[in-house]
């Protein structure tokens, strides 16, 4: 290993990556450098893209409030969904307003803006602290390049834009803290932003900017930010507050309790497990950031101006802690707020080693590029694999096909073929066993191929299986005749 870095050092191979870096930022213009490489990375996915995961839980709560008027309580299809606010699903549905239906577009557009807006966020905090074009390019690579990140580029899911929300309220609070004073307008401001994130996700993510914040500023005795704290939370509150008691009905509690892990209704993994995968998630920011922290610890001297480093850290990584420790474990995409800050670090890294040690932040930009050529051939290949990227789509449009021919409601079991019904049109029903073996006929219904076996028994003669759906034939397609 020592052999290696002596080698590295020796060698004229780092200074050229460096160099060759350095030539790019200074030949264009690094907006549209980002922008360009948003288009090219998250475009084809917008498109080519089908559902996964569990984002058809976000599209049907924007579909429902679209066609059945639900928009305060969220529904999917006919089942009430108030774990909590979504406001993602809400965007998604004004958005599909016009277009008369929700579509994958409008669905994945919120996810890709916000994309493109960290990394801009990124870029303008890095050169707002004196770093070099180079380097807040880097640091917008870097946030690109996170595996976490690549996963998330079109993925419909509240996490992305709460992180990039949670640090534009990080970035406007350090913004007037730099000058000395933060002004009552900011504060508001930053009140509306906090107010937007927790309306994506409940209030507890509020905590990377409240407990990070808060730390430094009890850290720093900046006791005359306090007052302002104090009305940003009350901003903050207000619409969370209103919306909660709004849709309150006797029990809902207990369903908040567990979305929150209050009471925790699934053991994930446990801190140690958590923190490697989350390091494994973050990388290359993580690495880069620990470059920057422990270099800067080892001069001993400020490199930007003085109290950032604290701040962000204290942003970074006070409410992961806690995160880490929370009862009942976590998941890697609970720190996506982290991966920007470290992004930051990772930036600043680039001036701190870039000229005087390149053997250490070479082997990093090489890492990340490596990271965003295999986003690039992700993305450019999707269009070709529509079996591995599509399915939920292409099963979709058999079903249709099946459902217009021969007209009638659709009945689905719990979350069978998530991904699959939020792009067939008609009337869908969620609905227990019980409810599908009186439902009147004609029917379609949807659920796991041993429930179907069961209720076949119990609807001998008029019901019979039409398909099978699912990747892997999970689920029975059934139809009821009269």
Do not use: H
Request: with cysteine; proline share 8%; charged share 10%.
């Amino acid at each position: 290993m020592t052999s290696l870095a002596a080698g590295l050092r020796a060698s004229p191979i780092p200074g050229r990556i460096i160099a060759a870096w350095n030539a790019l930022a200074a030949r264009v213009n690094p907006v549209a450098l980002i922008a360009a490489a948003c288009v090219v990375l998250v475009g084809p996915l917008i498109v080519f893209r089908g559902y996964n995961a569990d984002e058809g839980l976000a599209v049907s709560i924007a579909r429902t409030a679209l066609e059945d008027g639900q928009w305060l309580v969220p529904y999917v299809f006919n089942m009430r969904w108030i774990e909590r606010p979504t406001l993602l699903s809400w965007v998604i549905a004004a958005i599909s307003a016009p277009f008369g239906e929700v579509n994958q577009i409008t669905a994945r557009l919120p996810i890709a803006l916000s994309v493109l807006a960290g990394c801009l966020l990124i870029y303008w905090l890095l050169r707002q602290v004196s770093a070099s074009v180079a380097a807040a390019l880097f640091g917008a690579a870097l946030f690109l390049a996170c595996p976490l990140v690549i996963r998330s580029y079109v993925t419909i899911t509240a996490d992305l834009p709460l992180a990039v929300l949670l640090f534009l309220a990080f970035c406007l609070w350090w913004s007037g803290n730099a000058k000395g004073s933060i002004s009552v307008l900011r504060w508001l401001a930053i009140g509306v932003v906090l107010a937007f994130a927790g309306l994506l996700k409940g209030p507890q993510p509020i905590a990377y900017f409240a407990l990070g914040v808060g730390l430094y500023v009890l850290v720093t005795r900046s006791w005359r930010q306090l007052p302002g704290l104090i009305l940003a939370g009350l901003i903050c509150a207000a619409p969370l507050a209103a919306w909660y008691a709004a849709v309150y009905t006797p029990g809902d509690e207990g369903s908040w309790a567990a979305f929150m892990r209050v009471r925790p209704a699934v053991l994930l993994p446990g801190p140690l497990r958590a923190a490697f995968d989350t390091l494994v998630e973050t990388l290359p920011a993580a690495l880069a950031a620990a470059v920057f922290l422990i270099g800067s610890a080892v001069r001993g001297r400020e490199f930007v101006r003085p109290g950032f480093i604290p701040a962000l850290a204290c942003y970074a990584f006070t409410a992961a802690v806690v995160i880490l420790f929370w009862p009942g474990g976590s998941l890697p995409r609970y720190y996506l707020p982290m991966v920007l800050p470290l992004s930051v670090f990772g930036g600043l890294g680039y001036d701190l080693f870039g000229a005087r040690r390149p053997e250490i932040v070479a082997p990093i930009l090489v890492f990340t590029v490596a990271l965003l050529t295999y986003a690039l051939i992700y993305a450019l290949v999707s269009p070709l694999l529509p079996q591995q990227y599509r399915q939920a789509r292409i099963e979709a449009g058999e079903l249709t096909a099946l459902v217009q021919a021969a007209p009638a409601p659709i009945y689905r079991y719990g979350d069978t073929a998530l991904n699959t019904l939020p792009y067939v049109p008609g009337r869908i029903v969620i609905a227990t066993e019980d409810e599908m073996a009186a439902a009147p006929a004609p029917a379609w219904m949807i659920l796991p191929a041993d429930q179907a076996e069961a209720l076949l028994a119990r609807r001998p003669g008029k019901l019979r299986v039409v398909r099978p759906l699912g990747d892997v034939g999970q689920w029975r397609l059934l139809r009821l005749d009269p």
